[in-house]
């Protein structure tokens, strides 16, 4: 078959104004404002967004899940974190 | 490491996975079979989320108030939807949308047998929200939890969209319970044969059950096929005792000992034939998604022609 597929999106949602827009699915549609158009109509029937962003799911880069050592780095570094810190009580909350 | 060390670290690392709750995500390693079983039961869920719309998009215009008629078109909508974020999920596994389709019209893949049962009156679409959707939700409840992450997250998402669904059948034959006469007795018919082919939804029991054992190992079901029926009986007598309505089942009694209904025999010879194609409506169902499937090429078509003419013109505006 030679005839050519609508290509996939992935779709973002802004639920309210001061949110960021968080993935909700994807889809097909033939461009960019077709897709955006599909997504109101099945991602926001429910007032779920006041914003939609459509990303061609073709080019997203992702981080490989096989390599191990992506995070390692971080895990080993407790004293990026407040509670690492020791502060007497009587100081408050700090 | 040689090959087949790595298989085998590959795989302990997924079985670790699922016994730690971790969700498997698209680009994780998966044994092929984890992965065969989620793009079959996936895409057989998607194929009956929209079979399901054609018996109850046959009442759409018919509906006898303009609120029942905005509610079921809302429910169908809704269904059309789930089948979107279904399909979408399998996808994620290295299927694409037409062989999906493809699978559904030429009969490779399977639905959910109950489409193939007609909707003969108004009381039907009534007990399609109640018993139908009420049997999927069951399910689907279960399935929020499933190991694989975007059909997880297909689950939370359709099940926050299904309560309305039976809310809105119950709410029909809670209509139909209080009329005349002729209407009561519209409901019990429609109980009468709707009750079977919905215990039918959870599929064969335990012990004939082909994908159970393995898909409960990996964490895709959590639960049975006979414990997720015993839920549904469980849960839905109350609300037929408030219809007034009487369940099929003369064998159906409450077990103090077990703490749950007891039930009569389920007839798998009618299941097994609606399964293999021999339902009232299999056929019909199946000619109605080609004829939409080919009545729509020219638009599929004709949309895409458009948006390589459109991405040309404003390429052409740049340079
Ligand atoms: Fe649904
Ligand atoms: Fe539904």
Known sequence: MDKKEWPLWEIFIRSKSGLSHKHAGSLHAADAEMAIEHARDVYTRRNEGVSIWVVKSSEVIASDPEDEYMFESAKTKIYRHPTFYDIPEEVGHM | MDNHNNIHSLEAKFEAKIDSEIKIEPKDWMPESYRKTLIRQISQHAHSEVVGMLPEGNWILRAPSLRRKVALLAKVQDEAGHGLYL????????????ELYQQLLTGKAKYSSIFNYPTLSWADIGAIGWLVDGAAIMNQVMLTRTSYGPYARAMVRICKEESFHQRQGYEILISLSRGNAEQKKMLQDAMDRWWWPALMMFGPHDSASTHSEQSIKWKIKRKSNDELRQDFIDATVLQANYLGVNIP???????????????????????????NGNGPCNKQRIKDRKKAYEGGEWVREAAMAHAEKRAKRKEEKVA
């Open chain 2, 87 to 98: 399909y979408s999920a399998a996808e994620t596994l290295g299927i694409s949308r037409e």
């Open chain 2, 249 to 275: 089942d003369p064998k159906l009694k409450w077990n103090e000992e077990r703490g749950h209904y007891d039930f009569g025999d389920i007839d798998w010879e009618e299941f097994w034939n609606v399964v």
